[in-house]
C-alpha cells in the first residue's frame, strides 16, 4: 500500500492548521481528502483509508516512521509535538507507558551512572556555531591557534581544599560537585586560574607607580563598570587587602604558589603583597563562577555542580566571558 501525508500546504484545507496532519492510502487518497475537507481538524474520523491526526496547542510537531529490517516497508508511525508527555502515553498492546516517569533528580542521576557527557564542550560548540550564514556567534576573537594554555606541566594555583573552601563561601546554598566531575572541575578551575595569571596579570609585572597604577592598568573599566560592575570589584579586591577576605582558604599558600608561578627568569619576582593582591583576585573571580553555576545548575536540574554548568555560566556572563574567552581549556577540555 502506497501511503501519503497530508499536511495543510497539501490539503489547502479551510480549516487546517499547523496542529494537525493526514495519513492516507494514496490510491483512496482522493474521496478521503474529500471527506475530511468538510470537518474540522478535531472533528475528522479515521478509516480504512487513513487517518487524521490532530493535536492541539502543539507549536511544533514532529513525525517518525519504523522500517522492517530490509527497510522496504514502513512498521509504524508516530506523530508528536513539543509538548507530547511520552511518560504518559501508551499503546493498546503495550502495558507501559512509552517513557518511564522520572523526576530532575532521577533523570540527573541516571545521566550520572550512564556517564552523559557534562563537560559542556559540545554545547558551546553549537551555541558559538551560527545557524545563519553571516551572523557572528559570541566566540573568541581570534583564530583558535592562538588560544592559551593548557597549562598541564605547572603546578596547581588552587589545591583542592582551597577550591572547596570557595565554593562553600560562593553560596549561601552551597551545591556540591558531582563526584564523577570533581577531578575535571578542578582541573578546569586551575587552566583558568593559569589562563588569568599568564594572560592577564604576568604582562603587568614590573609596572612602576604602585599598586593604584597597576590595578588600573589591570582594570581599566573599574569606573565605567559601575559600583557593581566585576572590574570594579576586582580592583577593590586588587587594592584593599582587607576587602571581604575569604574565611578559612589558605590565602599564605595560594599567594606563595602565585609568586612561584609569576617569576620569570628575566624579571625579579613578585613581591608579597602583589601576590596577595591578586589571590584575592583570583579567589573573586572563582567564587563568582561558582555562584553563577550553582544557579544554572538549579536551572538545569542539575542536583549537582558539572563542568557544563561552569562553561556556560562563563559564556554566557559579559564580563567573564571577555576574561576568559581566550583560554583553549574552556573551549576544548583540559585532559
Not at 141 to 169: A, T
Not at 212 to 231: K, W
Not at 246 to 254: I, M, Q, W
Not at 290 to 298: G, K, M, T, V
Amino acid at each position: 500500500m502506497s501511503i501519503a501525508l497530508l499536511t495543510k500546504e497539501i490539503m489547502k484545507f479551510p480549516h487546517a492548521n499547523s496542529n494537525s496532519a493526514g495519513l492516507v492510502d494514496y490510491s483512496r487518497a482522493q474521496l478521503q481528502v474529500q471527506q475530511w475537507k468538510r470537518m474540522r481538524p478535531s472533528e475528522r474520523p479515521g478509516s480504512r483509508a487513513g487517518i487524521w491526526m490532530y493535536s492541539p496547542h502543539a507549536e511544533y510537531m514532529f513525525c517518525r516512521f519504523s522500517f522492517d529490517e530490509a527497510r522496504d516497508a514502513t512498521q509504524s508511525l508516530v506523530f508528536f509535538s513539543s509538548n507530547t508527555e511520552f511518560a504518559r502515553v501508551t499503546f493498546e498492546e503495550l502495558e507501559e507507558t512509552v517513557k518511564r516517569f522520572e523526576t530532575s533528580q532521577e533523570r540527573f542521576e541516571r545521566q550520572l551512572k550512564e556517564e552523559y557527557d557534562f563537560s559542556g564542550l559540545e554545547e558551546l560548540r553549537r551555541m558559538s556555531t551560527p545557524l545563519v550564514v553571516g551572523l557572528s556567534p559570541l566566540g573568541p576573537l581570534r583564530p583558535v591557534s592562538e588560544l592559551q594554555g593548557p597549562y598541564k606541566d605547572v603546578n596547581v594555583v588552587f589545591e583542592d581544599r582551597d577550591i572547596e573552601r570557595l565554593r562553600i563561601m560562593s553560596q549561601k546554598y552551597p551545591k556540591t560537585f558531582a563526584e564523577q566531575w570533581e577531578h575535571h572541575i578542578h582541573n578546569l578551575l586551575n587552566e583558568l586560574a593559569w589562563y588569568y595569571l599568564d594572560w592577564c596579570i604576568r604582562p603587568h609585572i614590573g609596572l612602576y607607580g604602585g599598586v593604584e597604577a597597576t590595578a588600573n592598568a589591570m582594570f581599566p573599566r573599574h569606573l565605567e563598570s559601575g559600583a557593581n560592575g566585576l572590574d570594579n570589584y576586582l580592583y577593590r579586591h586588587f587594592t584593599q587587602p582587607d576587602a571581604d577576605p575569604v574565611s578559612g582558604l589558605d590565602a599564605d599558600g595560594v599567594s606563595d604558589r602565585i609568586k612561584d608561578l609569576l617569576a620569570p627568569e628575566p624579571l625579579s619576582p613578585p613581591s608579597s603583597d602583589y601576590s596577595k593582591s591578586v589571590c584575592r583576585v583570583l579567589a573573586y573571580l572563582i567564587m563568582e563562577i561558582f555562584e553563577l553555576a550553582s544557579y544554572r545548575a538549579s536551572e538545569s536540574s542539575h542536583l549537582q555542580i558539572v563542568p557544563s554548568d561552569i562553561r556556560l555560566s562563563v559564556y554566557t556572563d559579559r564580563d567573564l566571558f571577555r576574561i576568559f574567552q581566550y583560554s583553549r581549556a574552556f573551549w576544548q577540555g583540559v585532559e
